[in-house]
């Protein structure tokens, strides 16, 4: 036998001295409040920009927010909303109809990350959604051509 304790559980805080996080990450980063900050955020970027705009049918962006923000919100452990209303994600069959290539994908990224920032996460949390979102982003480019 050996005195030794056990091992210890891993403690995430907000910053080097910050508070114990706990629970899911989408409570971790604060809930519904901090992902509509996000995908607002972003959309007000979309909204100006001339390659991906024209990829929204939507005469508003309102729809696509809050299909986002509810997508987002279940990823990361919040309310299960998307699946109860759309189904299973099928982000890339879903994203087919539009000419999703490089530069598309670029732009996404550089809108997201503008909005990624605006957030002021954690350097841990923000580490992680961007990982994410970074990942997604290249999943769905379909084409390679201009």
């Known amino acids: 036998m050996t005195d030794q304790p056990g091992p210890q559980p891993i403690i995430v805080r907000s910053g080097e001295h910050g ?3 706990g629970g899911s990450f989408y409570e971790q980063v604060g809930g ?4 509509v900050k ?10 100006q920009d001339d390659v991906l705009r024209p990829m929204y049918p939507e005469a508003e962006l309102d729809a ?4 986002l ?3 987002l919100e279940q990823y990361w452990g919040g309310p299960g909303t998307y699946s109860e209303e759309r189904g299973h994600p099928r982000l890339r069959m879903r994203h087919m109809p539009f000419r ?6 670029d ?8 909005a990624v920032d605006s957030l002021e996460l954690p350097p841990l949390q923000d580490a992680t959604l961007w990982a994410y979102l970074e990942r997604a982003a290249h999943a769905m480019v379909n084409t390679f051509e201009a």
């Open 19 to 21: 508070p114990q996080l």
């Open 64 to 67: 696509a927010e809050r299909r």
């Open 38 to 47: 996000l995908v607002h955020a972003f959309y007000e970027r979309v909204a």
């Open 69 to 71: 923000l509810m997508f």
């Open 100 to 105: 999703v290539n490089p530069a598309a994908r």
């Open 107 to 114: 732009r996404w990224l550089s809108h997201m990350r503008a």
């Open 32 to 35: 519904h409040a901090t992902f």
